[in-house]
């Protein structure tokens, strides 16, 4: 599989590598003092890619398209300078881990404490969570959920805006902000499960469109357009959101992903992304010597999902179920409109505290 962004490796050259099918040039500017333009070689599927001497962490950098179009990283580590500006180079390897007895949380000692970062503390940050990890642990939290911290226009969003799949959120606490975390939580006996979006991106900094064709006009969703993961060239889409999410495995030490809203991911593949997906993640697991899990949002309830693909299921480890969320809601509020107009009787709130689900 094709790896795209940029990778330092220390007294080693950095590797750039973007994928831009359609453009006769594409050259990397780097940004110091001065900017530097440095041409990048193209291969047969469209990657275009170049090894850089004495690049340093923090250096910024950007792609331009046919000698006129600037534009960052689509698969940047840190966007520095919000979604606009430029992409900056990070060392991974910098960090270090205190986690490396650690084995994660079993799935069915799960006790999911849900977080929105920018809301949970008064800070809004990484760091601000950590000195709650004893109370959440005392509460009997086994795992925090953080809802989506890819980077968004602005300080806050309610996450589902990401436009940036690889950067952590600036205004959080940024990439190592995301790795204290997880270190900490970790030392405290509880996991981490990361709220991901392969569904759609968001508005205002989207540039993918301008790189190649990531988004398909077979179908919509309500928040944007859809990822292409069923037509011409989605082969290297899918590698793109498969590499994603076991970067989180590798460079943050994710226990899980939540995998949001699957039913707006749309393929007609032979092979479902998602089953492709969870073979990657099987085949990392077997690989590290321990599991780690992804756990799929979906309103249909559709026991494929988390069928074993021997029996022609996807193989997801669990659901993310809505029902006794949506039933208790529309009981309580009166609410009956969108994702609620199936619910709202005592019926559907006895049923899902019993099985978890209403409707299949």
Known sequence: MN?????????????????APFKDDVSLKIITTE????????????????KVEDVLPGTRYVFELNKRMKRPD?????????????????????????????????QDELIL????????????SFEAIIPRLRELKALGVTAIEIMPVTQFSGDRNWGYDGVYPYAVQVSYGGPYGLKNLVNRAHAAGIGIVLDVVYNHLGPEGNYFGDFAPYFSDRYSTFW????????????????????????WFEYYHIDALRLDAIHA????????????????????????????????????????????????????????????HHSLHSLLTGE??????????????????KDGFYYT
Not at 43 to 50: L, N
Not at 113 to 124: A, D, K
Not at 233 to 244: A, C
Request: glycine letters at 8%.
């Open 3 to 19: 790896k795209i962004g940029a990778f330092y490796r220390k007294n080693r050259p950095c590797f750039f590598s973007v994928w």
């Open 35 to 50: 900017e530097t333009t440095i041409p990048m070689s193209r291969d047969d599927m469209g990657y275009w890619s170049t």
């Open 74 to 106: 689509p698969a940047s580590h840190y966007q520095p300078e919000g979604v606009h500006g430029p992409s900056e180079i990070v060392d991974h390897s910098k960090f270090l881990w205190e986690d490396q007895n650690w084995q994660g949380v079993q």
């Open 113 to 124: 404490y849900e977080i929105h970062t920018g809301t949970f503390t008064p800070e809004g």
């Open 224 to 247: 944007g357009k859809a990822i292409n993961f069923d037509d011409r060239y989605s082969s290297e889409v899918r590698n793109y959101f498969i590499e994603n999410a076991l970067f």
């Open 265 to 324: 991911i749309f393929d007609m593949s032979a092979k479902h992304i998602l089953e492709e997906l969870a073979e990657r993640v099987d085949e990392f697991s077997r690989k590290r010597g321990r599991k780690y899990l992804l756990i799929a949002e979906s309103d249909l309830n559709d026991v494929r999902i988390i069928r074993q693909r021997e029996l022609h299921g996807y193989g997801i480890d669990a659901q993310w179920c809505d029902d006794f």
């Open 336 to 353: 009956k409109k969108g994702y609620y107009e199936d619910f709202g009787d005592i019926d559907h709130l006895k049923v899902t505290m």
